[in-house]
């Protein structure tokens, strides 16, 4: 397949943004973004929506050479076909050759339209990052297969190489407030009508942000008989006022909605503690709590690859594991209220 | 309403065996089942099927031949008609490949209102198929749906799961929708309806059945490939107890009272 690839240049991050600002995880690739593009000695450039003047300056700071705003107003609805569209015919006519999204829900099914449209090839969720000089390619690492190993997936034919990135995995790089940049307005040419009508917007009472309150978290995972185990769990966290979340295996069995779910599909969470219930450590779903202080394992398998970064760990079926602990917990509370 | 359901065989437990220089794994000899979230989007389907007379639910799903009778499953579900897209040439294909290969099965199939996919599979876990194809068929798709509430002749309500809030959203049909997690669990079937199940064709149909491109399919249609495999490697931990359980859990708690007394006990 012939590619005239010097045709495509550039790297072009699409931001993610959220109450009038972009995202952390935006920084956060923008800041991996501007070393790969320093890598291919190439420019890094950045598309936003609707994004006020001043805070479009900021990026440059972070690394970005042009600011490309999408401004007109269909684009505060997040209509997904619009900004595929928009995204498909500016590609079209920029020719960067490595896009990049962060791996929200949204911008996934963006990336995934916007790759089918130009024929291109997407990796989902990567992990990791790295480019070949020479060779002009972007080297896209992700979990896979049941997280036993690390793929790195390329797109030597197609043209631009397109992924989506998880968030917390990039550090943020200083601003450095002597760059500068352009910044430019896009104008799209053809609208089609909005297929999808919003009707209702609900702010999430439960999801993500809510495990973000506590400081434990107790997960449960495939290792758990959930029926007989849940009173127990939910004992154990009221007593060490921790919250409930799980692995995938728990969210496809139907137990638990899929806002609790922790790793790669899931969410990365933050918290200090977090004890692992009957879950394997899978890699898929340690991409989730890269950032936990402590974790606590308790699982059956002592081979189970959870105990190998676990903190502190116990070799038990939860089934009987849980009243045990219950009962210590509840007994050192008790002599420590007394000391007091 | 003639709604056709894209499901997917995955192993039963995903493991790392594969033959990884043409891009696959080795789905024929492994124990399979149908991917979890797949049969959250029959359910939605077969739901849908019970409210509006005259609706048909048709079960799509690419894979070896050799896994079509998984596909009886959903027959006994409800679904009206089970078709196995076979083919060596769909082998080795990545997320667009896969969307094509959907693509051409749906216009084969014709005149479809609703396509439902689960939200993403469980050994690939993109979630890239739903949205490629409904891209590729240029309709409205609504992915991490969670709720299906009312219909009319030209429009579905839906709730639907997004990063920073939950929306109800109204999606003209014809439109694909991609279901997370859907409240009501599937239910088993009653043996009568196995019985008739078993006695229904699974149909297969190759890429010159649905008319598609086979450079378009499989390993040629696929512009990613697998440069790399890394074995990850699990570090050693900290303290792990493995003696008695009631022993060990005082232990535990004990090691968690010296450093994390505030956190957890206060």
Redesign the interface.
Known sequence: MALTVAKYDGILIVA?Q??CDVTTATLELLSEGRKLADKLHTRLDIVVFGLERSKQYQLHTYGADCVYNFAEEIFND?C??QY?DALAAFLTKSNPEIVLFIA???F??????????L???????CTGLDVDFSERLL?QTR????????????????RPQMATVRPHIFPIAEPDSKREGKTEDIKTAFWRKP??????????TQGEDELDKY??LISIGRGVDYKKCIGGIEELAAL??AGICCS?AV????FL???QQIG??GSAVKC??YIALGIS?A??HLVGIRAVE?V??INQD?QA?I??????????EIE??LP??I???KQ??LI?NYKK | MKIVVCMKIVPRLVDASGDWENNRNFRDKVDSVINPADLFALRVALDLKDHYAGSEVIVISMGVETKASLLTETLALGADRAIILSDKRFSGADTLATAYILKCAIEYIDNVDLIICGMQSSDGETGQVGPGLASMLDIPFVTNADRVDGLTEHYLQVGNICDYCYTIVKIELPGLLAISNYTKQIKLPALGDVIRAHQKKIEVLNADDILADPERCGIHGSPTMVKKIDYVKHCTGGFIYNKDVAGDAKRLINDLSVRYSEILFD
């Open positions: 993610d959220a109450e997040r997904e076909s595929i929200t829900y949204f996934k099914s963006i990336s995934a339209g916007v790759a089918s449209k024929g291109t090839g997407l990796t989902a969720d080297y979990p896979a297969f049941g997280g036993n190993l690390l793929a790195t997936v390329v797109c030597p034919d197609k297929q999808v009508h919003l009707m209702e917007r609900m702010v999430r400081q434990t060490l006022k995938r969210v496809d069995a139907g909605p899929r806002h790669l599909t200090r503690i450590g890699l898929q402590t606590i394992a002592p690859p105990f190998g970064i676990a903190g502190y760990g116990m070799v038990s009987k594991a045990c602990l009962q210590e917990v050192y509370k420590n």
